[in-house]
């Protein structure tokens, strides 16, 4: 008796009907998987919201400081350290797990993971100095900054003279106005205290952003409300979406016109122009 067995036109048939199914299944999974990695950055997002509120109302309403510089002062800054691309704190979470350099901690869990999206897949040596990661490879620490225009700075800082004194002014938002020499509310509007958001309104006002890689550096986002161009570079990690935490305490991901990653320096593309009058619009308004 002889077996029936497949011939090789048959064997071809039944590879190229897989590799079809296979080549129509991946988008699929491939969204799938984007969106699970929205979800779980709209909570960071969100966890970090609600941290701030808790801060704020253990601090007479006052936000932590957030001076665009970086400093791992015990104190003066609500997240410290320089995390962008080859920056010295890229792989560094132990910043992030101190609670007098990372003020926002103690309210989540001491969880360093909520500054991160899923979906930012740097990785690299662990460069702390917990003895227990020494030599292990890591995702990057951080992609989330606050808004340039949110927080405090101290009197110190505020002069020019260095950090001293409590961190009980607003913040100058000093890309705000294109030079780097705008003052609070001068003309643009500030944010240092729970207590001022002013226009655009707490729902419509973001405070965190998940930023770009390519152009993270410190925790605090630059953007220019008179030149149309991106100082720093809000993130395109969610299907060309960007996930925003806002001051009423709601997160969302919002999709962008321009369907390209964003590029820092003067923007000339209609579609990212109009991306970026969206961000202008909840960012901060004229003071008067």
């Known amino acids: 008796m002889r077996r029936r067995a497949f011939t090789l036109i048959e064997l071809l048939v039944v590879i190229a009907i897989i590799a079809i199914l296979a080549a129509m ?47 791992t002062m015990p104190g003066y800054n609500w997240c410290g350290g320089a995390a962008g691309i080859g920056q010295p704190d890229e792989f560094n979470p132990d910043i992030l797990t101190d609670p007098n350099r990372s003020l926002l901690i103690g309210y989540l869990s001491k969880n360093p993971a909520v500054f991160r999206c899923p979906a930012d897949k740097r990785e690299g040596k662990y460069t702390g100095t917990n003895s227990a990661l020494a030599g292990q490879t890591i995702f990057a620490a951080r992609t989330f900054s606050m808004s340039q225009n949110v927080g405090t700075i101290d009197p110190g800082f505020d002069a020019g003279t260095g950090h001293s004194g409590i961190p009980n002014l607003s913040v100058n938002g000093p890309w705000l106005d294109g030079t780097h020499n705008h003052r609070r509310n001068s003309p643009w509007r500030t944010f240092g205290k729970a207590t001022d958001i002013g226009a655009p309104g707490p729902s419509g006002l973001w405070v965190f952003v998940d930023e770009d890689a390519e152009g993270l550096n410190d925790a605090a986002f630059a953007f220019d409300m008179v030149n149309a161009n991106w100082r720093d570079a809000p993130g395109t990690y969610h299907n060309i979406g960007c996930g925003f935490a806002f001051a009423d305490g709601h997160s969302e991901t919002h999709h962008w016109i321009y369907r390209s990653r964003k590029i820092l320096g003067d923007i000339s593309d209609a579609n990212d122009n109009a991306d970026w009058q969206w961000m202008a619009a909840h960012t901060s308004a004229l003071a008067n």
């Not at 999974?29 to 801060?55: D, P, V, W």
């Open 25 to 71: 299944l991946l988008p699929v999974l491939s969204r799938a998987k984007q969106r699970a990695q929205g979800a779980l950055c709209l909570n960071n997002g969100k966890q970090l919201m609600l941290a701030l509120h808790f801060y704020t109302s253990d601090n007479n309403e006052f936000y932590p400081p957030n001076p665009d510089d970086a400093n």
